[in-house]
């Protein structure tokens, strides 16, 4: 697709269940980020790839959250034993570059709901 | 953490007026980006000012940038009642690839 696609859109769960959201970036984009953002709030930076890898984890919450990124394209964000505060949107981004040199295009989100 | 902090937090005007939002960072940066966010929706990029410009144009959006004082600012011209979202500036953390948001403005242009 032209654009970085996330699924689902929505995902409602009970708490304690397993999630997973998934993250296409655009083809060719090498970086892929994931972001939280709470409601009146700014996007708050989880965790960045450059191709496999994960350069940057420092802002996934705690060990129930993990991402993969295992052909450095489509990326999946994983939430275990999910609590009512994991409700937010959950926004991804890719670049060809980097965000310290170009731009982030982003998804439109997977709003998570815990219940 | 957020690494900028946008000012005001909210702004209403009416459409033909100037929208002016500032954006406040703690370290040393690269680059310093604004991007906007309709309601419920992804973050479209507006535009990226490097460390080293003082001030930079597109269309009617206008940025300037103060390194020394930490702080950017957005200008949107003869604003419309579709530049109604919220603004947020982004910057690196000056030695990492990852981009860390502001708190973000809500700008409201009634018609």
């Known amino acids: 697709g032209a654009g970085v696609s996330q699924t689902p859109s929505n995902k409602v769960t009970e708490k304690g269940k397993y999630v997973e959201l998934r993250c296409d970036p655009i083809?060719?984009?090498?970086?892929l980020y994931w972001y939280r953002q709470s409601l009146g709030q700014g996007p708050e930076f989880l965790i960045y790839?450059?191709?496999?890898?994960?350069?940057?984890d420092s802002g996934l919450p705690n060990d129930r959250f993990f991402a993969v990124r295992p052909e450095g394209s489509v990326s999946t964000l994983k939430i275990q034993r999910t609590e009512r505060g994991d409700s937010a949107m959950y926004l991804c981004?890719?670049?060809?570059?980097?965000?310290?040199?170009?731009?982030?295009?982003f998804g439109e989100g997977s709003r998570l709901t815990v219940l | 953490s957020q690494q900028g902090e946008e000012d005001p937090q909210a702004l209403s005007i009416q459409e033909g007026e100037n929208a002016t939002m500032n954006c406040s960072y703690k370290?040393?940066?690269?680059?310093l980006q604004w991007y906007r966010q309709n309601s419920g929706r992804g973050l479209v990029h507006l535009i990226l000012?490097?460390?080293?410009?003082r001030e930079k144009h597109s269309g009617r959006l206008r940025v300037t940038l103060d390194t020394s004082k930490k702080s950017s600012s957005l200008l949107i011209t003869a604003s419309r009642a579709a530049d109604t979202a919220s603004y947020f500036c982004?910057?690196?953390?000056?030695?990492?690839?990852?981009?860390?948001f502001g708190t973000g403005t809500r700008l409201q242009v009634f018609p």
């Open positions: 981004a890719s670049s060809s570059t980097g965000g310290i040199f170009g731009e982030l295009f």
């Open positions: 083809s060719g984009h090498t970086a």
């Open positions: 790839f450059q191709g496999t890898g994960a350069a940057d």
């Open positions: 370290t040393s940066i690269n680059n």
């Open positions: 000012i490097r460390s080293n410009e």
């Open positions: 982004a910057t690196d953390a000056g030695n990492t690839d990852k981009l860390i």
